[in-house]
């Protein structure tokens, strides 16, 4: 379970305090207008804000003061989740060996990491010979090999066409319930919430304006969430 | 809670603080040092009832110094820019083979030793050269390469390039667009300039113009291979006829003093005028214009850029050709050239770990600080910019003679001079580099939590090689061919290759020197392209 | 390409530390006398080589010549290097820096029998031990001028085409010659010589070497040098074309003087060199290597090439304790003239 309690960021002129409870395995969309602030609490539960007043549990666990490696966390960011001179392989093996000096079971490892996520036989390549749906899989790879239980995904799909983001909520979905993974995602369509999340909430003005099953949110919308499907 | 994690992977906060203090302190110690002699003076004039002012006033040397120094630094600016113009405007326009061939050898004079190009300018301007004989065959028999126009010629030879890639990268960067909707209004040339072209040009010319006018007022060895009389000379250039001629601390510290004063309220004024360009925008392609496809400006572009090659290129052919006939002639000399040649290496080499101890660290600081007190991590570099090497060595030196013997301190200080010039340099490539890590992969590295040393070997080393190489090209290049501070100090039964030649000119032994030269620029060239090729490696993105 | 770079950078690191290692290995050997000189005095041509190697033979000592650069910039070198310099001996202080030199406190008593040496001038000075000696003059290719002015009058009124080079007069001793020479004729009026003189100038180099070069590349009908000068092309090249312009108002003078410094730590190889910078074989060497006149060498002996040389109507010669003085005045009117 992921607990965020009174949890205050505050920014050079604009704050937000955020309560949002998702379950173990759960899958929680953040859906809401730019600028509201859901890039940012992904970013607190991740552990890149610093000096954050409120509580962060992730299983019962308390947050405060670790770094972001040593949070029980894993995150694809909107870009840049690949370093472009390392190779498919090496970007996936950052997960689990950040020396770059792979034993024979590693290798292993990170090629079967590759076959899930429907890579295989491109792990010498570098990104920019890959399509940005298959860079993204690579990342997707990476996340699951490190083994946490939490799943962050800042809009990592943004950028593909409709179909192929489908594809990839569908398999990070089916990935996630395999591994046990509780994710949380930004994202700005609220089709892909209705698709894949078991629970949607909308940030709006600073606060967790509504939050509950993706069922119930979009079947008795707040006037928050009317403004913002219009 | 993040902080620890930021600093653990980037900035290392004690080197950082050093690598801030040095370049600061150095030019305040060295301020501190000049005034002091300077204030020592100041005390015997006015007890002689003279106060400094009307002492200053009353130097007519030091007033002409100052007029030349401006007159002659407005004159290049000015010359090299317009000059640019309409060669930047042709480059633009025209696109032909070997077009970037003559774009990269644009870049040359920057790491060409200075007292080489010199070599190669004498054998073309000077007294026996061909420009002197069309000259005087046009009865133009006044034509000397020593004094203003020698310098100027020099500064052109400089600064044009520099000057005609940064209008270049403008007309480059103009908007297809702007070229479409002007050959659909049908749009002559003219309008072309006024509506198109000049508000491009009034928004780049003033930076290129004090970029320019500062490099010529601190420039050194220009004026000391061809002015130098007293009617071509420079502060830059008193100063060290003030040491070397009448061994005058006090005159030379006023001098330096001064030079300081006024190099940091130019720089000042350059950086109001002047918006950030970056050079390192590709200069390929041609601008699509329809107005200037008639025969008369194909040809006088043809011709513009022919006369700019041939101004630029044949100075350095002469030279070479006149080296290589030098050698044959004469040989080389290698009980002299081999430990001169090495000990160049050595200051080069020393130069390239000063520069590297201090921006490096710099560049760390630079990403890390946001905000106004980012202004505050530039001061070093800004500092190392207004104060020359001549100044700032002699600030030094009169603090130093007097306990350290001078044949031990000159090659130190050049070297440690050389690599604080180059820390502007590097700074420019480094810190985009640097800060380009840090915004793509930043929150990466640290989600990941790969450790400092790893993340060195298997992150920053391949993204940041391309340009420590570049920059430890360019410091070595510059070091290897400096004549500055090394002139003033350097033991003369012990001198660096650059001295080595200046002292074959001075004695007038011209075949041997072109020889020297050519050796000179084959090492500068070959530390500049085992750095940049060898150490920066093949493209990395 | 990187590990090419390394070792190649490496290797240039090795090799230079080695270098340093064995000249220092070397020096040790053997005592060094370390004279500082001029430019030219230590020129395959000039008197250096041969001084070397016949002191040498008899001193089990290792002569070192260093030149910063022309007279004055020599002198200067060594103030600027100060108790620290490794000199043991300045050779060519111009008897116009003598007042400087006194001043700087540099230099000590050589302990030398100077009874012998014949100068035009009476020198007592002991610590300042003249070695040669000449006049100041425009020198000039026959072959090329025709109309030779015979004294400043007439080259200031020469034609116009009539190019003069000169040497810096900070940097240069012939250069301060003609300062003072100029003044030493003209007094106050010096300032509007050099004001006449000026369009005349093709430059002004740093030092003789240069300007004379220039000169014989025939970039200027007359360059200053000495009387003494054309005897080089006579002996040496067998060019009689080369002469000397005799001036009416007469022609300033310059001994070259050697000294030994307070910081030398080899004393008495310095007087043994002292000694034999005026003694028989080095005399002998002189005329022909420095082309000056020897100062204890019997006309006799004088070379044949010296015979025909110009002798001026009129040694001029400032006292050297005035001469810092007027030359600080000449200097400022030189300067203010010849920056216009």
Known sequence: MIRLENLTIALDNWHMTVNLTVETGGFCALIGPSGAGKSTILNTIAGFVPHVPGQLFIQEMDMAGLEPAERPVAMLFQDHNLFAHLTIEQNVALGINASLKLDMEEKKRVKDALTEVGLEGMQDRLPRALSGGQRQRASLARAILRKKPVLLLDEPFAALGPALRKDMLRLVSNLAARNDQTVIMVTHHPEDAKLTASQTALVHEGRIAQTGPTKDVFAHPSEELIDYLG | MTDKASRNAFAFGIPATIAFIIPLGLVVVSLWALWSVTTNDLATEQAGGRPLLSHLIDDIYLRRALTFTLTQATLSAILSTLLAIPLARALATRSFPGRSAILSFFGAPFILPVIVAILGLLSIWGNKGPVQAIMSAFGFENFSIY???GILIAHVFFNLPLATRILLQGWLALPAEQWRLASQLGMNSASIARYIEWPMLKERLPGILALVFLLCTTSFTVILALGGGPRATTIELAIYQAIRFDFDMERAALLAFLQIILCAGLALVSRVASTDFDTGQSLGGAVLRTDRNGRLAQWSDGAIIMVAVAFLGMPLLSAFIRGIWGLGLHGIDWGQILPAALRSTGVSLASCLVMLLISLPLAQLSIHIEGKARRFVELPGYAIMVA?????????FILLHQHVSVDDLALPLTALLNGLQAVPFALILLTPAMAQIKRNYGMQLRHLGIKRRDAIRIIHWPLMRKPLGLSLGIA????IGDLGVIALFGSPSAPTLPLYLYQQLGAYRMDQAYGTGVLLTSIAFAFFVLFDKGLGGRDQT | MKALTLSLLATSLTLSTTLATLSGAVAEEKPTLTVYTYDSFNSEWGPGPAIKSGFEKNCGCTLEFVAPGDATETFNRLR??????????????DSNLVADADKSGLFTEADINTDGLELPIDWPSKTYVPFDWGYFAFVYDSDKLKNVPQSFDELINAPDDLKILIQDPRSSTPGLGLLLWIKNVYGDQAEEIWKKLQPRIVTVTKGWSEAYGMFLEGQADMVLSYTTSPAYHIAAENKTNYKAAAFAEGHYMQLEM??????????????????????????KVIPTTNWMYPVALP?????????DLVKPAKARLFDSEKVPDLRKEALNEWL????K
Request: net charge negative; no cysteine.
């Open chain 2, 147 to 149: 004094g203003l126009w």
């Open chain 2, 388 to 396: 020359p090497p001549i100044a700032l060595g002699a600030g030094l």
């Open chain 2, 476 to 479: 070595a290049a510059l070091s």
């Open chain 3, 80 to 93: 600027l290097e100060g108790k620290n310099s490794k000199a043991d001996i300045l050779v060519g202080l």
């Open chain 3, 258 to 283: 050697a000294a030994i410094t307070k910081a030398s730590k080899h004393r008495e190889l310095a007087n043994q060199f002292m000694a034999y910078l005026i003694g028989p074989e080095a005399q």
């Open chain 3, 299 to 307: 006309e006799a002996d004088w070379p044949a090439s010296f015979a």
């Open chain 3, 336 to 339: 203010e003239a010849l920056s």
